[in-house]
């Protein structure tokens, strides 16, 4: 005989209680997710988050990365463990802090890229090249590696047509994005990942959507050479000046703004923006001259918060993520264990980034603990170390480290950045438990990894090309 309660049978009932009992334990980051169809990973170089209107930059630089952050997921204190682009980009690669581990001999050891290989997409980058160039091994597991000749060499070669604005038309970040696009129409029907990397808003700066005029010292563009006259102080801007540098900088990420929403319209057009989750961050930020005028334009020097908060937006179409922000802080190296969790693949073994779907579910809350270096570029010694909670941050330069040309300061600076968060009231003197503690913390992490001397540029047996590039962008002399 079928009891029933309430109209219904008692199997019923308990067939029901036992499903809502399976769901409950099942966790949202524990149900099925079916592999994402396209993954593309987007870094603008040396775009701080600040200066983004989603992070409440007061410029309209960024209306489409605006858009898509109201769209998907913004996270408001996204950090770098480097503050220029090698070390950066091994990270970003890797889901590692450098190491001899993931680079060594100068070049890239693992990539997760291989892993998304391996599940079955094709896998392409489109990049300007330089520190993200594939001989230090970057184009592991891509099936294709391109590395577009940026307008900046092109002008130092001479190469752009008299006339022509800088960045237009003649390689750069409109190169790029378009081979990106061709790729697109010939791949995108199957599985793909695919990276786009621009130096758009690197010096040089040439982009005038914001600047008018020029003050006293400075021509149109803020070029390599008013770099070097700031670093020899023979070049001493006053709040104009500053200003004026700031405004082009902004006309840099701008433009890079402007191909972000291209390529998702390009993506609307091929019937593939439902299917596909778009990422976008930075390897780095920039100095603009909030503590030292000279630094004005530079980066590399210090791994205070303009040169670390970078700007991270995922968008998953199939996800109810719509204008989700996650207050936590998060890492750089969590970006690729996210996509490859978003493409139903595992990260790289013993892997410290984490991916950041939790996050994203908000079944986490919790910030991650972030470590930072600053580096030799040709030897990989150390010059300057950091570690945060995300309610404090730790810098420290070790002893035998001179003050730096543009780094300058005291040997440690401790902030509670989660009341201080343009770091200016040093706590380092005054509250010792939280200084003890980070410390401890940092040795425990520089130990582990034995990170000395790992990333160098091994500038030696570097390719005449691909010097050339990086002295357009400043690195090398």
């Known amino acids: 005989?079928?009891?029933?309660?309430?109209?219904?049978?008692?199997?019923?009932?308990?067939?029901l209680l036992f499903s809502l009992l399976l769901l409950s334990a099942c966790g949202p980051t524990e149900r099925?997710?079916?592999?994402?169809?396209?993954?593309?990973?987007?870094?603008?170089?040396?775009?701080?988050?600040?200066?983004?209107?989603?992070?409440?930059?007061?410029?309209?630089?960024?209306?489409?990365?605006?858009?898509?952050?109201?769209?998907?997921?913004?996270?408001?204190?996204?950090?770098?463990?480097?503050?220029?682009?090698?070390?950066?980009?091994?990270?970003?690669?890797?889901?590692?802090?450098?190491?001899?581990?993931?680079?060594?001999?100068?070049?890239?050891?693992?990539?997760?890229?291989?892993?998304?290989?391996?599940?079955?997409?094709?896998t392409a980058a489109f990049t300007e090249g330089a520190f993200f160039s594939a001989h230090f091994g970057f184009d592991r597991g891509f099936d294709l590696y391109s590395e577009e000749e940026g307008a900046t060499r092109l002008l130092v070669r001479k190469e752009v047509r008299e006339g022509t604005a800088p960045g237009e038309g003649e390689g750069g970040i409109e190169r790029t994005f378009a081979q990106a696009s061709e790729w697109l129409a010939e791949n995108g029907e199957h599985p793909f990942?695919?990276?786009?990397?621009?130096?758009?808003?690197?010096t040089p700066y040439r982009r005038r959507d914001?600047?008018?005029?020029?003050?006293?010292?400075?021509?149109?563009?803020?070029?390599?050479?008013?770099?070097?006259?700031?670093?020899?102080?023979?070049?001493?801007?006053?709040?104009?000046?500053?200003?004026?540098?700031?405004?082009?900088?902004?006309?840099?990420?701008?433009?890079?703004?402007?191909?972000?929403?291209?390529?998702?319209?390009?993506?609307?057009?091929?019937?593939?923006?439902?299917?596909?989750?778009?990422?976008?961050?930075?390897?780095?930020?920039?100095?603009?001259?909030?503590?030292?005028?000279?630094?004005?334009?530079?980066?590399?020097?210090?791994?205070?918060?303009?040169?670390t908060h970078i700007p991270l937006i995922v968008f998953d179409p199939r996800q109810p993520w719509t204008g989700r922000k996650?207050?936590?802080?998060?890492?750089?190296?969590?970006?690729?264990?996210?996509?490859?969790?978003?493409?139903?693949?595992?990260?790289?073994?013993?892997?410290?980034?984490?991916?950041?779907?939790?996050?994203?579910?908000?079944?986490?809350?919790?910030?991650?603990?972030?470590?930072?270096?600053?580096?030799?570029?040709?030897t990989g010694r150390n010059l300057q170390s950091a570690i945060s909670d995300g309610e404090y941050k730790?810098?420290?330069?070790?002893?035998?480290?001179?003050a730096r040309r543009l780094g300058g300061g005291p040997r440690r600076e401790?902030?509670?950045?989660?009341?201080d968060p343009e770091e200016r009231n040093d706590l380092s003197g005054s509250d010792r438990a939280n200084l003890a503690r980070l410390a401890a913390e940092l040795r425990r992490h520089q130990k582990a990894i034995q990170v000395e001397g790992a990333v160098a540029t091994g500038g030696g047996d570097m390719p005449a090309e691909l010097r050339e590039r990086l002295e357009a962008l400043g690195y090398v002399e």
């Open 326 to 378: 996650v207050e936590a802080q998060v890492r750089l190296i969590d970006v690729m264990p996210t996509l490859l969790e978003l493409a139903g693949t595992e990260p790289l073994e013993g892997t410290t980034g984490r991916s950041l779907v939790a996050l994203m579910e908000r079944s986490e809350r919790e910030s991650r603990l972030a470590f930072g270096e600053v580096s030799h570029r040709e």
């Open 193 to 202: 990942f695919l990276l786009l990397h621009t130096y758009e808003a690197h």
């Open 210 to 307: 914001f600047a008018s005029g020029s003050p006293p010292g400075f021509g149109e563009t803020f070029e390599q050479e008013d770099v070097v006259r700031l670093r020899g102080r023979s070049l001493v801007p006053d709040e104009a000046g500053i200003d004026y540098v700031r405004a082009l900088y902004d006309g840099g990420i701008r433009a890079a703004d402007a191909h972000v929403g291209q390529l998702r319209r390009r993506l609307a057009e091929l019937g593939l923006a439902d299917r596909t989750v778009l990422a976008v961050t930075a390897d780095h930020g920039e100095d603009l001259g909030e503590r030292q005028v000279h630094a004005l334009g530079q980066h590399g020097h210090t791994l205070h918060r303009p040169l």
């Open 394 to 402: 730790l810098i420290v330069r070790p002893r035998a480290t001179p």
């Open 1 to 15: 005989m079928m009891l029933h309660l309430g109209g219904r049978p008692l199997g019923f009932i308990a067939l």
């Open 32 to 122: 099925v997710r079916e592999p994402a169809h396209g993954l593309i990973l987007i870094v603008l170089d040396t775009v701080r988050a600040d200066r983004l209107g989603a992070y409440g930059h007061s410029v309209d630089t960024s209306p489409e990365l605006d858009r898509l952050a109201e769209e998907g997921v913004l996270f408001e204190h996204a950090v770098s463990h480097a503050s220029w682009t090698l070390p950066a980009a091994i990270g970003l690669f890797t889901g590692h802090y450098p190491s001899a581990r993931t680079y060594r001999d100068g070049r890239l050891q693992v990539s997760a890229v291989e892993g998304l290989r391996a599940r079955g997409y094709r």
């Open 414 to 419: 401790m902030y509670r950045i989660s009341v």
